[in-house]
Every structure is written in C-alpha cells, then in structure tokens.
C-alpha cells in the first residue's frame, strides 16, 4: 500500500503541474502581420527597458488569436514570433486585433528583430 500512495501523489502533482502550462500564441512577421513597426526609443515610455512593436494582424491571426485568449481567460499564455519566446502574461480578456502593441523586452529584442527583417511571404 505504500508504494500506491506515493504513485496517487506523483499523478496528482503531474495535474497540478499540466494545469500550470502556459497555451501558447505563436505568431511568424512573414504571414501574420501585414504590417509592423519598431519604436526603438519614446521619452515618456514608462518601461525604458523595452522596445515596442506594433503590428497589424492578418485575418487568420487574428482569429487564432481571439480563440486562444477567449479559451484561456485568466489562464497563463506564451506569445511566441518567429520561434522567440517574447512574453508570457494571464489572459485578462480576448483580445481581437487587428493592431496589437507588444512590449519587448531589450534583452529578447535583440534576438527578434533580426528575424523580422525576413522577407515576407509572397
């Protein structure tokens, strides 16, 4: 018996721990943005440790994007572009685009912004 209690403790700590896994958002600068700007540097940026991106969302992104934060309400998610993780935060509302600001942190920065100098797609 005791042995089965330590596997209804494992079992039940790998649920605790699956409920705690961000969703995550993944977006690629080649197909869902059809627009993006960098605002590298602001006077009254209130986080001078980051450098923002605003980018507009294709429709598809868009909708991927309203769905995962609709299903994830309070819930802990990841924002992935182009394969670099950029942020995680608990969803507060859906969020439907089409123009999303995006803090980035200097330090991820400078492994995003080279990966959005990417062509687009065609």
Same mark, same amino acid.
């Given at each position: 018996?005791? /042995? ?5 403790? #494992?079992?039940? #700590?790998?649920? =605790? *721990?699956?409920?705690?896994?961000? =969703? ?27 450098? #923002? ?8 992104? +868009? ?7 609709? +299903? ?10 182009? /394969? ?13 685009? &089409? ?9 991820? *920065? #400078?492994?995003?912004? &080279? ?5 687009? =797609?065609?």
């Amino acid at each position: 018996m005791r /042995g089965s209690g330590k596997l209804i403790f #494992g079992v039940l #700590g790998m649920a =605790a *721990a699956m409920q705690c896994l961000a =969703a995550d958002i993944t977006f690629t600068s080649r197909s869902d943005f059809t627009a993006m700007d960098l605002e590298l540097k602001r006077i009254d940026n209130l986080n001078p440790q980051s450098i #923002g991106l605003k980018v507009t969302l294709s429709p598809n992104a +868009q909708r991927r994007l309203a769905q995962v934060t609709r +299903q994830e309400m309070h819930q802990r998610v990841r924002l992935f572009i182009n /394969g670099v993780l950029v942020s995680t935060t608990t969803v507060q509302s859906e969020i439907r685009g &089409p123009s999303l600001f995006i803090s980035v942190p200097r330090e991820i *920065a #400078g492994d995003l912004v &080279p990966t959005l100098l990417e062509p687009p =797609a065609s």
